[in-house]
T-cell receptor, first 110, second 115 residues
Framework: QKEVEQNSGPLSVPEGAIASLNCTYSDRGSQSFFWYRQYSGKSPELIMFIYSNGDKEDGRFTAQLNKASQYVSLLIRDSQPSDSATYLCAADLYGQNFVFGPGTRLSVLP | DTEVTQTPKHLVMGMTNKKSLKCEQHMGHRAMYWYKQKAKKPPELMFVYSYEKLSINESVPSRFSPECPNSSLLNLHLHALQPEDSALYLC??????????????FGPGTRLTVL
């Protein structure tokens, strides 16, 4: 069973802090990893993807991938109340399977 | 432009009705997907079309019938649904299932209520 795990949260951080969201996956064949943000009642919106070990930065967001540990994370710097949403981690097994984790609810407190 | 459109936005139907959900993309993507999402759960994959051929069917009941008339359009035909089928139905598209880092872009979804 290919699985992607996330803490369901809620993860609460004060405005301006760094929010750290974590994800683990079970299938070592997974090659690409995605972070989506989903506001309540809306569809998932892509934030970032990563497929190489290491860090990838885009504005306030940094994705980190460690394939040896089967671990992906998303850091959000200078968190804003508008970042409050559910963050979905997804793993893609090359052309075979695309699996979402259960999502982590993030709450950024003003 | 990374836009995927879906119609209708909301749909209420009875258990004996037949209706269809529509999805369209003009990004030249060759893979299209249907997902079902219940409240506070992640999207669940239903169907994948790759180059207009059904490549994945995740054991979805036959009351859901997908159709891909061309590379830009994806339909989901609904018949004899049950109240537990009420959910947000999401369409997504991606460039090519056989390429690396094949990013999926989601439409806004259709909120379906079955009475």
């Amino acid at each position: 069973q290919k699985e992607v795990e996330q803490n369901s949260g809620p993860l609460s951080v004060p405005e301006g802090a760094i929010a750290s969201l974590n994800c683990t996956y079970s299938d070592r064949g997974s090659q690409s990893f995605f972070w989506y943000r989903q506001y309540s009642g809306k569809s998932p919106e892509l934030i970032m993807f990563i497929y190489s070990n290491g860090d990838k930065e885009d504005g306030r967001f940094t994705a980190q991938l460690n394939k040896a540990s089967q671990y992906v994370s998303l850091l959000i710097r200078d968190s804003q109340p508008s970042d409050s949403a559910t963050y979905l981690c997804a793993a893609d097994l090359y052309g075979q399977n695309f699996v979402f984790g259960p999502g982590t609810r993030l709450s950024v407190l003003p | 432009d990374t836009e995927v459109t879906q119609t209708p936005k909301h749909l209420v139907m009875g258990m004996t009705n037949k209706k269809s959900l529509k999805c369209e993309q003009h990004m030249g993507h060759r893979a299209m997907y249907w997902y079902k999402q219940k409240a506070k759960k992640p999207p669940e994959l239903m169907f994948v079309y790759s180059y207009e051929k059904l490549s994945i069917n995740e054991s979805v009941p036959s009351r859901f019938s997908p159709e891909c008339p061309n590379s830009s359009l994806l339909n989901l035909h609904l018949h004899a649904l049950q109240p537990e089928d009420s959910a947000l139905y999401l369409c997504a598209s991606s460039q090519d299932r056989n390429s690396g880092a094949d990013t999926q872009y989601f439409g806004p979804g259709t909120r379906l209520t079955v009475l």
